[in-house]
Nanobody, 126 residues
Framework: QVQLVESGGGLVQAGGSLRLSCAAS????????MGWFRQAPGKEREFVAA????????YYADSIKGRFTISRDNAKNTVYLQMNSLKPEDTAVYYC???????????????????WGQGTQVTVSS
């Protein structure tokens, strides 16, 4: 089992940057594929980015491709989401998620993850 705690959210002006972190408990973090999702008010939770166990494979939603970068440090049990060129439409609660995996797979569906953090608010002002 793994527990996830996000941090790094906040208020930023359009065009600015933030880096979200997600710290995981447990000794087997490197066995989990990780993902970032977001949920804006009145909308469904949506996929943002995913990364495989080793970090060798990543995948991004079209809406953030080229602006956001997912990475992980298995020695620190942490996954990151670097967000650049932020837009007001990026405003949402951002969640990290984890699932046990094998091989170089990443996952993009909400239903594919069994563990979730509590979320961190990101607000982008125009």
């Amino acid at each position: 089992q793994v527990q996830l705690v996000e941090s790094g959210g906040g208020l930023v002006q359009a065009g600015g940057s933030l880096r979200l972190s997600c710290a995981a408990s447990g000794r087997t973090f490197s066995s989990y594929a990780m993902g970032w999702f977001r949920q804006a008010p009145g909308k469904e939770r949506e996929f943002v980015a995913a990364i495989s166990m080793s970090g060798g494979r990543t995948y991004y939603a079209d809406s953030i491709k080229g602006r956001f970068t997912i990475s992980r440090d298995n020695a620190k049990n942490t996954v990151y989401l670097q967000m650049n060129s932020l837009k007001p439409e990026d405003t949402a609660v951002y969640y990290c998620a984890a699932r046990l995996s094998s091989g170089g797979y990443y996952y993009t569906g909400v239903w594919e993850y069994g563990y979730w953090g509590q979320g961190t608010q990101v607000t982008v002002s125009s």
